[in-house]
């Protein structure tokens, strides 16, 4: 039997946690190892999961404690994983006590242009609404746990931030925050998160400084937000043309206008150049950022987009509205003319046949109203006259009388 497999296991494995995510395990050496032995230990999580072969008696692991964690350690006689190790020991830690239906759920944490934290969650199903929740949170560079004391609601989540700055130690950023959620009154269930400081970060939205164009080209230049490099960074640049009503969208991953004049005019400003864009109509510009993988693990969180900033001549509305009222008078009295037209041009070509019946009735029939009222002046005349001449008829008769 060689040396690795007649030694015995490590003893006394203990586990402890530190800070609020921070599981360490300890042991002592095996007794009665064999003395031609370099002791190294062997040592794997569930699933035979990161393992590990190292002289030192401890390991730790930052982890969140919403499960059931256990490590196995075992002891052999050099760093090679074929080796067999001697019987593994296991030591675990239990999750939190408490009904996990109480615990608080999607609980996530994002870091806002490098200066501060800000964690949202949900309430746990088994809660009540009135519940009271505390935010505890730890990282490397602060000498104790901390309280979130900014809690706030933001629609059905609760929310919470603290400052967060980089600070001038690039390790910083190797580093994570630890977050705990719990109740004042202890009656749910905590509930655990980590987050990298290499992942998660959202930048402000940058600032446009300048739109020009030349040989009809769109040049656009802005700063970016404060805390990150430009080569840490990608761009969407969205263009709206509001007469031709596009809306193109431009993703950039190196912003370079290839333009000595504007890198001169505007130093410490971003520069990317827009193809065919028509300088006598209105274009609006908004850029929004993003972190990169050349810096950071995660490249999924887009800042805000950036103030809107407008160049070109949008056209005058005086004119399409006068263009509206103008067109239905020119069709209403071009119809009315073309109707006359075809009423006159109708006659000629089909002129009215005269009715003979009507003409008969003219002659000999029906009087019209001049000739009734011919007739009746002579009827007046005649009889005014008859009574003249009788009047006179009997003044001379009185006359010859006398």
């Known amino acids: 039997m060689d040396d690795s497999e007649s030694q015995p296991p490590v003893t006394n494995l203990s586990v402890s946690v530190e800070n609020l995510c921070t599981i360490i395990w300890t042991w002592n050496p095996p007794e009665g ?9 062997f040592s794997h999580f569930g699933n035979k999961q990161d393992k590990k072969i190292a002289p030192e008696t401890h390991r730790s692991k930052e982890v969140p404690l919403n499960e059931r964690i256990c490590l196995q350690v075992g002891s052999q006689c050099s760093t090679n994983e074929s080796e067999k190790p001697s019987i593994l020991v296991e030591k675990c830690i239990s999750p939190p006590e408490g009904d996990p ?8 944490c994002i870091w806002h242009n490098l200066r501060y934290m800000k964690c949202t969650w949900l309430p746990g199903r088994n809660t009540s609404p009135d519940t009271n929740y505390t935010l505890y949170y730890w990282h490397n560079s602060l000498g104790k746990i901390l309280q979130c004391e900014n809690i706030y609601r933001e629609g059905q989540h609760i929310a919470c931030s603290f400052n967060l700055t980089k ?3 690039s390790s910083f950023e190797q580093h994570s925050v630890q977050v705990m959620v719990k109740d004042n009154a202890g009656k749910i ?9 290499t992942s998660h970060v959202k930048p402000d939205p940058p600032h446009i400084k300048n739109l020009s164009f030349q040989n009809g080209d769109l040049y656009v230049q802005w700063t970016n937000p404060q805390n990150f490099q430009s080569k840490c960074l990608s761009y969407e640049v969205e263009v709206n043309n509001s007469h031709a009503e596009t809306h193109d969208i431009f993703y950039v991953e190196e912003a370079k206008c290839q333009n000595t004049e504007f890198e001169r005019n505007l130093e410490g400003t971003i520069c990317f150049m827009v193809p065919g864009v028509l300088p006598d109509t209105l274009n609006t510009v908004r850029i929004r950022v993003k972190t990169n993988k050349l810096c950071y693990e995660d490249d999924k969180l887009w800042s805000n987009w950036s103030q809107a900033m407008s160049i070109g001549q949008k056209a005058n509305p005086t004119f399409y509205i006068t263009t509206l009222l103008i067109i239905p008078v020119i069709v209403a009295a071009a119809v009315i003319v073309l109707l006359l037209y075809l009423k006159r041009l109708k006659i000629i ?3 009215p046949i005269p009715d003979p019946g009507k003409i008969f009735k003219e002659m000999f029939g029906d009087q019209n109203d001049d000739t009734l009222h011919w007739k009746k002046y002579d009827i007046y005349e005649k ?12 003044e001379s008769l009185k006359r010859a009388s006398q």
């Open 189 to 197: 269930r905590p509930s655990f998160n980590i987050v990298p400081l």
């Open 33 to 41: 190892a064999s003395p031609n032995c370099s002791l190294k230990y």
């Open 349 to 351: 070509i089909f002129p």
């Open 101 to 108: 239906e109480s615990a608080v759920t999607e609980l996530q």
């Open 383 to 394: 009889q005014t006259k008859e009574e003249t001449d009788s009047v006179v008829l009997i």
């Open 167 to 169: 600070v001038k130690d």
